[in-house]
């Protein structure tokens, strides 16, 4: 049995302000200083049933004081040994996090023209996850794990007007979400499979090949099913390497290279005329997330030097991404000079050389 307690303290200190050039207004979205206390412990105990069978149960608990919430989270796996090579195991836990601080001091102006902050009491966003797993260590250097998940979310901030806001897409565009008067009715559902391919370092040579397929959906407080911002519906990642001695003396030559693609992200289309009118981007609500893009590919190659001291080594190496200069989509914005809507894309090609002295 294992136990432990955990204290997260922060001090906060934040200020963000829209300004909207040429059109004569600003607005305070976020301005405070302020502290915040989460408090964690957890107790495990892991038993084995038999030669097959093993079960782990746990409990995990939580209080924030910003809200002055405490939680209690139940959670539990079984372990079913096949042969000595194969296993099946089960797992079910309840998950609960705390609101982004951003999200949480987020102010709203009074009429009177005071500011409020209405956010600061949010709960904790809860999350039940059922997992299996098939694992399969086919060799000494090989293996293949199979993972089916779901994950229902509950208690996801959302506004109090019918809108399609919801919290669960907050930091999909790398920009702060500026909701106010949030509360906890928002659903969502995730759901998928992932498989693991993986030979490790052997003979100088090894490789990592994943693949998920899945579906992540969510409901604002209009109550309208929709595709969350992560849901590309599928991630594949290939990685390769192969390491070779140079020389007599401990020298090394590697090369390695790393295949990604995804599918197309989801945006919300922008409303052209009502940007035109209004300065900035307006985007169409109703539509949120129901414009799927191309898909995203992506290729890095690593070329590597190593040479071994006696007690450090030194490495140069030169990294190559994104070779192919693939335009990925990354956003769609509103451009008020051209009067245009403008995409951003991803990073293009892009060498990065360096040297790594290790002692």
Same mark, same amino acid.
């Given at each position: ?5 955990? $204290? ?12 909207? $050039?040429?059109?004569? !207004?600003? +607005? ?16 495990? &105990? ?25 939680? @209690? ?5 079984? !372990?079913?040994?096949?042969? /000595? ?18 999200? *949480?001091?987020? #102010? ?27 694992? &399969?260590?086919? +060799? ?11 994950? $229902? ?18 930091? $999909? ?38 693949? *998920? ?30 390491? &070779? ?8 030559? +590697? ?6 693609? @995804? /599918? ?64 990925? @989509? ?13 995409? #951003? ?15």
């Amino acid at each position: 049995m294992s136990y432990g307690f955990y $204290a997260d303290a922060s001090d906060i200190a934040l200020f963000n302000r829209d300004i909207y $050039a040429g059109l004569g !207004r600003d +607005s305070v979205r976020v301005n405070v200083t302020d502290q915040t206390l989460l408090l964690q412990g957890y107790a495990m &105990w892991k038993h084995r049933l038999n030669e097959r069978f093993t079960v782990q149960a746990g409990m995990h608990a939580q209080y924030y004081d910003l809200n002055e919430q405490t939680v @209690i989270e139940p959670r539990a796996s079984v !372990r079913y040994l096949i042969n /000595g090579n194969q296993s099946l195991s089960v797992g079910y836990g309840l998950h609960n996090q705390i609101q982004s601080i951003y999200t *949480s001091f987020v #102010q709203t102006k009074q009429p009177d023209g005071t500011y409020a902050l209405t956010n600061t009491d949010l709960d904790f966003t809860t999350s039940q996850h059922t997992v299996l797993t098939y694992d &399969w260590n086919i +060799s000494d250097h090989l293996r293949l794990k199979a993972e089916a998940y779901y994950q $229902a979310l509950r208690n996801v901030p959302v506004e109090q007007r019918a809108s399609p806001y919801s919290a669960i897409n907050t930091g $999909a565009s790398f920009a702060p979400a500026d909701a106010d008067s949030l509360v906890n009715n928002g659903t969502g559902t995730n759901y998928g499979l992932e498989l693991t391919l993986e030979r490790f370092f052997h003979r100088g040579f090894y490789f990592l090949v994943t693949t *998920s397929l899945f579906d992540s959906r969510y409901e604002g407080s209009d109550g309208i099913e929709r595709n969350t911002a992560y849901n590309t519906r599928y991630v594949a990642n290939a990685l390769f390497g192969k390491e &070779w001695r140079v020389g007599k003396n401990k020298n090394f030559f +590697s090369a390695n290279i790393r295949l990604t693609t @995804i /599918g197309g992200k989801y945006l919300t289309p922008i409303d052209l005329i009502a940007s035109q009118q209004a300065g900035r981007a307006i985007f169409r609500e109703s539509e949120a997330f129901s414009e799927q893009q191309t898909p995203y590919f992506r290729t890095d190659i690593k070329l590597a030097y190593r040479k071994e001291y006696r007690r450090s080594s030194l490495e140069i190496a030169l990294d190559l991404q994104n070779v192919t200069a693939n335009e990925n @989509i990354f956003a769609q914005n509103y451009n008020p000079l051209t009067n245009q809507v403008v995409t #951003q894309y991803q990073q293009g090609f892009f060498p990065v050389p360096f040297v790594r002295y290790t002692f």
